[in-house]
Antibody, heavy 121, light 109 residues
Framework: EVQLVESGGGLVQPGGSLRLSCAAS????????MNWVRQAPGKGLEWVSYISSSSSTIYYADSVKGRFTISRDNAKNSLYLQMNSLRDEDTAVYYC??????????????WGQGTMVTVSS | AIQLTQSPSSLSASVGDRVTITCRASQGISSALAWYQQKPGKAPKLLIYDASSLESGVPSRFSGSGSGTDFTLTISSLQPEDFATYYCQQFNSYPHRLTFGGGTKVEIK
């Protein structure tokens, strides 16, 4: 079964750090570019970051640039998001999402179940 | 940055109804648009990619159309399991930016 499973969420104080992980299974992880997408409580979806299959290309949303770092380990079939200098507005469910190879343009065909990050004192 | 405006933000409909949701881009994006369905407490699910291509396994009552700035998602005959929130999403390759619309909540009338 094709699957993405996030972990690492939790409660952290403003200014703190957290590292999220996403474990992939059921597909050739190294062939796919990956993304993080977040959703604040009761709000819509916000793209956070992108990493190409070989890690050669990385992009961030302006709202997290300089604070978050995306990475991957293809040998471990894992995606990561290092989050530093966390702010209240980073409180959200964080999803990892696989970019579809079927789509000409960017679309996410597989999503994890999400992990909740709460930034609060 | 390209903005996506969905309308309506919510709607009430009955089982069997034909439902149309609109997504308007602030500038032309060719066919770089996808649609997702999200149920409470669940991850989004891809329905349509490249504006009109149906994702594998998605029922044929879902269809997408449009190009440039105006796009629609149509559910030809609403089923009980279709009550959810729907999001459009666009991708701009340079600079690499990906944005979602604000969502449309489809509720039971």
């Amino acid at each position: 079964e094709v699957q993405l499973v996030e972990s690492g969420g939790g409660l952290v104080q403003p200014g703190g750090s957290l590292r999220l992980s996403c474990a992939a299974s059921g597909f050739t992880f190294s062939s796919y570019s990956m993304n993080w997408v977040r959703q604040a409580p009761g709000k819509g979806l916000e793209w956070v970051s992108y990493i190409s299959s070989s890690s050669s290309t990385i992009y961030y949303a302006d709202s997290v640039k300089g604070r978050f770092t995306i990475s991957r380990d293809n040998a471990k079939n894992s995606l990561y998001l290092q989050m530093n200098s966390l702010r209240d507005e980073d409180t959200a469910v964080y999803y990892c999402a696989r970019r579809s190879l079927q789509a000409v343009e960017c679309a996410f065909d597989i999503w994890g179940q999400g992990t909740m990050v709460t930034v609060s004192s | 940055a390209i903005q996506l405006t969905q309308s309506p933000s919510s709607l009430s409909a009955s089982v069997g109804d034909r439902v149309t949701i609109t997504c308007r881009a602030s500038q032309g994006i060719s066919s770089a648009l996808a649609w997702y369905q999200q149920k409470p407490g669940k991850a989004p699910k891809l329905l349509i990619y490249d504006a009109s291509s149906l994702e594998s396994g998605v029922p044929s009552r879902f269809s997408g159309s449009g190009s440039g700035t105006d796009f629609t998602l149509t559910i030809s005959s609403l089923q009980p399991e279709d009550f959810a929130t729907y999001y459009c999403q666009q991708f701009n390759s340079y600079p690499h930016r990906l944005t979602f619309g604000g969502g449309t909540k489809v509720e039971i009338k």
